[in-house]
């Protein structure tokens, strides 16, 4: 939770408040949040989302978590990826964005193996816990060339 634009949750509410929003925004079809499961063992590693979804300028960001035990393991390539085409395939999507901290280098080396290209900096942008923090934006087309895995 170092580098989320939000405050960690510090109750089982508060993630029982996270699952209601986020089917509330796939019944509006405004964003899809998805489980991302570990095929051996069934066992939840995290999360994948398409969020704020702008039908008309047919664009959404992406955003992904995983607890600790999942890092490095090639979830979020797999996860990603898939919800990725999906975004382009089915929605129809121009455009993908995602808004990282720019110290959160794991995250700036998922995203750009996901084909995504860093496309700016937006300073001050958020205030969590009373820390000021970047944002650095970052970007895919649907007419990027294809990635090879």
């Avoid at 969020?51 to 960001?61: I, L, N, V």
Wanted: glycine share 10%; proline share 2%.
């Amino acid at each position: 939770m170092r580098y989320w634009n939000a405050a960690p949750w510090s109750t089982a509410q508060d993630a029982l408040d996270f699952i209601h929003q986020s089917s509330a925004s796939m019944q509006r079809q405004e964003g899809l949040t998805l489980g991302i499961y570990v095929k051996a063992s069934g066992k939840l590693a995290g999360k994948c989302m398409l969020f704020s979804y702008d039908q008309e300028s047919k664009r959404a960001e992406l955003g992904f978590g995983l607890g600790r035990s999942a890092w490095g393991k090639g979830y979020i390539q797999e996860a990603g990826e898939a919800l990725i085409q999906y975004g382009f395939d089915s929605l129809g999507l121009r455009r993908i964005e995602a808004e990282i901290d720019p110290d959160n280098h794991a995250s700036a080396k998922a995203l750009e193996k996901l084909g995504f290209t860093r496309e700016g900096l937006l300073r001050q942008r958020w205030v969590i816990n009373g820390i000021v923090s970047d944002s650095a934006l970052y970007g895919r087309l649907v007419s990027d060339p294809a990635r090879s895995h």
